[in-house]
């Protein structure tokens, strides 16, 4: 998941992928999802992608 965000458009990432991931991993449920801000929607979006690379390095998807 490298690069730019248009990168991630294009392959078709969108914000029920990282609220699905999010719900995965972190009990995020979808209704607390929604209600965050966008800004914290980001946030959390950013640390699942630093995750997501961090994991990729040492091959631990």
Do not use: H, N, S
Request: net charge negative; glycine share 10%; with cysteine.
């Amino acid at each position: 998941m490298e690069g730019t965000g248009k990168k991630l458009i294009e392959e078709g990432i969108d914000g029920a992928d990282y609220a699905c991931y999010a719900l995965r991993k972190y009990g995020i449920r979808p209704g607390e999802w929604a209600e965050m801000t966008t800004p914290e929607q980001m946030f959390c979006c950013a640390v699942i992608e630093l995750e997501l690379e961090a994991a990729e390095k040492t091959d631990d998807v």
